[in-house]
């Protein structure tokens, strides 16, 4: 199915939209739980969902402001206990999740094309995650809660046994984590974006 073809009639109702979109990223980011491989730190959610629909169905831009406004209300209502940190990579992590898959979508509009876009999107922000966490993220942690890194690394060798330095935390926890992310809300994504799409483009047409 194509992207929605937007006109200035449709504004307010676009902007009411992602408004929607964005609180119910929000309420989904609320409903998280870690894998049996990732340390309890790394929480799965499909809190991406929305945005990479609003991605497809209106436009790369439209899949952005539903992430910043998942963040906002974040913000808003619960605060930070990361001193900012996990917002920063929920920030980085989505943007390149939803904008490079709705680039590709918008380039080739076909379920071919979306597939495509998912797939790519779902290894380029598994590499990503990999490389911020390895060299930004974990450091900024350990420096924020005063503990060495190994005792990070040691949470990971608890509930996975390959885990034992960074390389193979990066390897066997955040990596696959990230690939079982963001494969299972391209999957969900691929199964309801035809007839939630048709739906949602007669209420917006009114």
Do not use: W
Request: charged content about 15%; some cysteine; hydrophobic content about 55%.
């Amino acid at each position: 199915m194509k992207p929605y073809k937007k006109t200035n009639t449709f504004d307010v109702r676009t902007i009411i939209f992602i408004g929607l979109l964005g609180a119910l990223s929000f309420v989904l980011m609320l409903i998280r739980f870690p894998l049996p491989f990732t340390p309890s730190f790394l929480d799965f959610d499909i809190a991406e969902l929305p945005a990479l629909f609003a991605g497809f169905f209106l436009g790369p831009a439209e899949g952005l402001l539903v992430v910043l406004v998942k963040l906002a209300l974040k913000l808003a209502i619960q605060g930070t206990t990361t001193a900012f940190v996990g917002e920063a990579m929920n920030l980085v992590s989505s943007t390149v999740f939803v904008l490079s898959a709705s680039v590709i979508y918008k380039q080739l509009h076909t379920r071919r094309g979306a597939v495509i876009g998912m797939v790519i999107a779902t290894l380029l922000v598994s590499v990503v995650c990999v490389i911020l966490n390895a060299y930004v993220t974990f450091p900024m942690y350990a420096k924020l809660y005063g503990m060495p890194l190994d005792a990070i690394i040691g949470m990971g060798s608890k509930v996975n046994p390959l885990v034992s330095d960074m390389v193979t935390m990066m390897i066997f926890s955040v990596f696959p984590f990230n690939i079982v992310k963001h494969g299972i809300t391209s999957l969900i994504t691929f199964l309801v974006y035809k007839r939630a799409g048709n739906a949602l483009r007669d209420i917006i047409r009114g």
